[in-house]
């Protein structure tokens, strides 16, 4: 409205400065949040409540949130770090099994921080009003109004409900037969009293009467997960896929424009990456991002993410440019090239593999791993520091190119420092045996990475929901041919499989290596299935009655159960780059590069591939695809066995730039945190220009006095909220600044 109308935007503008409308809600748009990730959620509050600020004055006070998917654990402390006091919603009340206790209570998150939480209780019209759902289409009729009050269970706290009437889904708002209706009212006997007022006003009185009640105030410690819409973790595959890939490329482009302008004095590219960010703040809308919008949504939001990656790219350019006074380094034609620079993203050290095009080069500086069979040389620099530099000088030589083997068989057998393991031509691993812990991972006839295809047609809400009993229903993908052995040298050894499923094929690189525990799954799949889930299986032989799910800013354990009404509800579940089932001492991860929905039963874990609806696209998924998702058997829990790590890696790649230097060794900043378990997502200048913001958050559920440190330019560290507003200086060290992270505790510093 402000771009495109702004004569109706200023007549807002006065209304809000008349008190007659009313400014709040929290976030940039009502966003997904089983999906969006830690720091998007954080960004949808900072822009949101910014642009609150600056627009109207107002600040807000509540997230209105009626109507999304589910609600993330990590939100509870989100929220009062962003100083809102009070959350609404409605959608939990669509609950398919058990009805929430309250809808008046406390929601305690992941770290222990409480968020007062209100349920509107307006009935669905047609429904009984024993019946538990209800809606943010509040009619106000004598039937609403009197249904409301029945259905508040917490009448001891709050002599009050709330009722946001008006047409919600689909927009519309109040008209004026329910103004008339609401005036009506107040003659009718046998109603409760009717009043307009505002949310905020509401909400005061609320925070009041629970703050001096001598009842009891329930806590719900733990997720609000929605038995419901549980499709909406996996539909529409290529949205997530973009969604993930931008929201790292985000965070990696700040950081590296960041560091030009801290070393080089370039100017901060603010407008740009605001664009970026909103754009792709825009298409993590409720409907977008879940999957459940229509073909031409998409069409658009494929535009979107391509407008995300090229802003992205050309400010990642000028940033390098700016730097190369500083790291002697020149970014060139690429055929110019004598030198790569690498960037690692990660707030860790790690060996970053980068690949070169052509095996006619010796890296100075760098490890040849090995030729591949696409014509590429696998290279890697040891140790590169937590978002840290490093620099390889190229040279060429004379290389062979390595010969491809067509050699197929119903069978593979590798053998590696790790493992013994069997591959067969369906791609399923009939055999991993762990050499270090001498154990199978899998049963006989029990075999691991099974594509199992489901029938996938849901009573109602074809893109959104995935019923109970879709397991009743299920094929298996063939061979196209035998398996073949397409590398085998000393970095790794590849097996290609190929199969299929009606008119569907699924081509699978599965890539042992040297060097690390983890077995990577890269995958293409050609689909043109209507109304089928496609899963990928793994029963391990482990003890596990719980499995860890990576979520934002930490993790959330789940039963792999059915003991209660509340289990058997979550028999599809939502996690982000990693799910880890361990015994005591040993375990496996599943990670993932851009997958969210799976389920676990007992010791099978089962991640969701694809699944193609017809309503409201009737095309859904219907295409090509190209994912990557990795075994990774460990020692004992996630924690001592660095799943996180690993799921870092395979989700954030290094930034690799090609240029002319000389072999002037670099000396740039990089990141240094002394425990494993606070990790670092973020650094971005700070909103007002003035020093630099880094975000971490402690990922293990551990107390943790941690020392970090950022380059040697900063003179000072604070630490802020979320809209970063300074609270306290932290203190410091020869080594670094003191902070102490409490459990799952998510921290912004500010640099100056």
């Not at 009437?165 to 109040?174: F, I, L």
């Not at 290094?654 to 945190?673: A, K």
């Amino acid at each position: 409205i402000q771009k495109d109308c702004p004569e109706l935007f200023e007549k807002i503008r006065q209304r809000v400065a008349e008190g007659k409308w009313e400014t709040d809600g929290g976030m940039w748009l009502e966003a997904d949040c089983n999906v969006t990730s830690g720091e998007s959620l954080t960004r949808q509050f900072l822009y949101g409540i910014r642009f609150f600020q600056k627009e109207f004055g107002r600040t807000c006070t509540c997230l209105w949130l009626p109507d999304v998917f589910g609600y993330s654990w990590a939100l509870p402390q989100i929220l009062k770090q962003c100083n809102i006091d009070t959350f609404m919603t409605t959608k939990i009340s669509w609950n398919q099994f058990n009805t929430m206790p309250d809808d008046l209570f406390r929601w305690k998150g992941m770290d222990g921080t409480e968020v007062l939480t209100y349920f509107v209780t307006t009935p669905e019209m047609g429904m009984s009003l024993d019946n538990r759902y209800s809606t943010y289409n509040g009619m106000l009729s004598p039937r609403s109004v009197l249904g409301s009050w029945k259905k508040f269970r917490n009448k001891d706290l709050s002599p009050e409900t709330l009722i946001s009437y008006g047409w919600g889904d689909g927009g519309g708002g109040v008209n004026r037969n329910m103004l008339k209706m609401r005036r009506a009212m107040d003659q009718l006997p046998g109603l409760p009293n009717v009043k307009t007022t505002r949310a905020g006003d509401f909400f005061r009185d609320i925070h009041e009467r629970v703050e001096n009640t001598d009842r009891y105030v329930h806590t719900w410690d733990g997720e609000l997960y929605l038995e419901y819409h549980r499709g909406t973790y996996t539909s529409m595959a290529f949205v997530k896929q973009k969604n993930r890939s931008c929201e790292f490329l985000l965070q990696r482009t700040e950081t590296i424009a960041a560091i030009a302008k801290l070393l080089a004095n370039a100017q901060y590219p603010a407008e740009q990456l605001d664009k970026a960010w909103k754009l792709l703040l825009l298409n993590q809308f409720h409907d977008i991002l879940p999957g459940s919008s229509i073909a031409d949504v998409y069409q658009d939001c494929a535009i979107d993410y391509a407008k995300i990656e090229q802003l992205c790219l050309t400010v990642q350019d000028s940033s390098f440019a700016a730097l190369s006074p500083v790291c002697q380094f020149t970014p060139p034609q690429p055929e110019q090239a004598n030198c790569v620079l690498l960037f690692n993203p990660n707030s860790f050290v790690s060996d970053l593999t980068f690949a070169l095009d052509g095996v006619d080069w010796e890296p100075v500086g760098a490890s040849v791993l090995q030729p591949t069979s696409d014509g590429k040389l696998m290279c890697m620099v040891p140790q590169v520091p937590a978002k840290g530099f490093a620099k390889v000088m190229l040279n060429k030589t004379q290389r062979d190119v390595p010969v491809v083997s067509d050699t197929q068989a119903e069978r593979i057998a590798i053998d590696t420092d790790f493992y013994e393991a069997e591959v067969a031509s369906d791609g399923t691993l009939i055999r991993l045996y762990d050499k270090q812990h001498k154990r199978e991972l899998f049963a006989p006839q029990q075999p691991g990475n099974c594509m199992r295809i489901f029938d996938d047609r849901p009573y109602e809400f074809d893109a959104w929901n995935i019923d109970a009993g879709y397991c009743l229903k299920s094929f298996g993908v063939k061979p196209v041919r035998s398996a073949r052995l397409l590398e085998s040298g000393s970095y790794r050894q590849v097996i290609e499989v190929c199969t299929a499923y009606r008119d569907s094929t699924i081509c699978q690189k599965i890539i042992f290596y040297k060097n690390k525990r983890r077995v990577d799954f890269d995958t293409t799949i050609d689909w043109h299935e209507h109304q089928h889930l496609l899963k990928v299986e793994f029963p391990f032989q482990i003890f596990a009655r719980k499995v860890v799910a990576d979520i934002q800013f930490g993790n959330v354990e789940r039963a792999t159960h059915h003991n209660t009404s509340w289990e058997q509800a979550q028999f599809e579940m939502c996690a982000h780059k990693w799910v880890d089932c361990s015994e005591n001492g040993y375990g496996a991860a599943l990670l993932n590069d851009c997958k969210y929905g799976y389920s676990a039963h007992g010791s099978t874990v089962s991640l969701t591939l694809l699944k193609s609806g017809i309503f409201p696209d009737p095309n859904a998924d219907i295409g090509q695809h190209h994912f990557t998702y990795s075994l990774y058997p460990h020692t004992g829990d996630f924690r001592e066995g660095h799943v996180i790590e690993q799921a870092y890696q395979l989700n954030c790649k290094p930034v690799c730039v090609f240029g002319t230097s000389t072999d002037t060794p670099i000396d740039m900043p990089y990141l240094s945190i002394s425990d494993a378990n606070i990790i670092c997502e973020t650094i971005k200048l700070a909103e007002n220009g003035e020093g630099l913001i880094l975000r971490m958050y402690e990922a293990y559920g551990r107390q943790t006095s941690a020392v970090w440190s950022y380059g040697n330019t900063a003179q000072r560290a604070f630490e802020c909220d979320m809209m970063e507003n300074k609270m306290c200086e932290l203190p410091q060290t020869h080594d670094g600044f003191n902070a102490t992270f409490m459990p799952y505790e998510i921290k912004t510093f500010l640099l100056v």
